[in-house]
Antibody
Framework: EVQLVESGGGLVQPGRSLKLSCAASGFTFSDYYMAWVRQAPTKGLEWVASISYDGGSTYYRDSVKGRFTISRDNAKSSLYLQMDSLRSEDTATYYC??????????WGQGTLVTVSS | AIVLNQSPSSIIASQGEKVTITCRASSSISSNYLHWYQQKPGAFPKLVIYSTSYRASGVPSRFSGSGSGTSYSFTISRVEAEDVATYYCQQGSSNPYTFGAGTKLELK
């Protein structure tokens, strides 16, 4: 059974940093692109970033380019999202997902990030 | 970025009723890259339909999808109580991947 378990969310002040983690199991992690998708409170879904099988290629939405860094450790079957210079508009639940040519087949339960002073 | 205009934004339906959601793209998408997700209250999203018309594993046959180019639709042939959720279309054709704004399905 595919499992994706996010961690690392919490309350952080504007301008500070936070690093999210996602532990994957139940599938061959290195066979999949992976992605982060977020959802602001009471809002819709928004793709944030994706990363290739070996981490050699990364993709970001414009609003997080230069502030967020997606990475992975295939030996640990783990996905990460380093978030710097956080803004109030980054407040959201962040979901870890598999990314199969832009198809998000498996999702974690999400971790809430709140950016507020 | 490809904008997905999803309508209606909300539906109130009776059990057993047929409901249809439309998703219109701002530019043409290959049908391979148009997908639908279901998000029940308080839960994470779940893939329901992929590549326009293929049901994900375990999804009941009352769920279906169709479309091509810039116009796609998602149908529940006979709504059941467990289908109460928000449904999103999504395109994986080009970066940035985008979602429709969602359609909230409630029961009468």
């Amino acid at each position: 059974e595919v499992q994706l378990v996010e961690s690392g969310g919490g309350l952080v002040q504007p301008g500070r940093s936070l690093k999210l983690s996602c532990a994957a199991s139940g599938f061959t992690f290195s066979d999949y692109y992976m992605a982060w998708v977020r959802q602001a409170p009471t809002k819709g879904l928004e793709w944030v970033a994706s990363i290739s099988y070996d981490g050699g290629s990364t993709y970001y939405r414009d609003s997080v380019k230069g502030r967020f860094t997606i990475s992975r450790d295939n030996a640990k079957s783990s996905l990460y999202l380093q978030m710097d210079s956080l803004r109030s508009e980054d407040t959201a639940t962040y979901y870890c997902t598999t990314d199969n040519w832009g198809l998000f087949a498996y999702w974690g339960q999400g971790t809430l990030v709140t950016v507020s002073s | 970025a490809i904008v997905l205009n999803q309508s209606p934004s909300s539906i109130i339906a009776s059990q057993g009723e047929k409901v249809t959601i439309t998703c219109r793209a701002s530019s043409s998408i290959s049908s391979n890259y148009l997908h639908w997700y279901q998000q029940k209250p308080g839960a994470f999203p779940k893939l329901v339909i992929y590549s326009t018309s293929y049901r994900a594993s375990g999804v009941p046959s009352r769920f279906s999808g169709s479309g091509s180019g810039t116009s796609y639709s998602f149908t529940i042939s006979r709504v059941e109580a467990e289908d109460v959720a928000t449904y999103y279309c999504q395109q994986g054709s080009s970066n940035p991947y985008t979602f429709g704004a969602g359609t909230k399905l409630e029961l009468k």
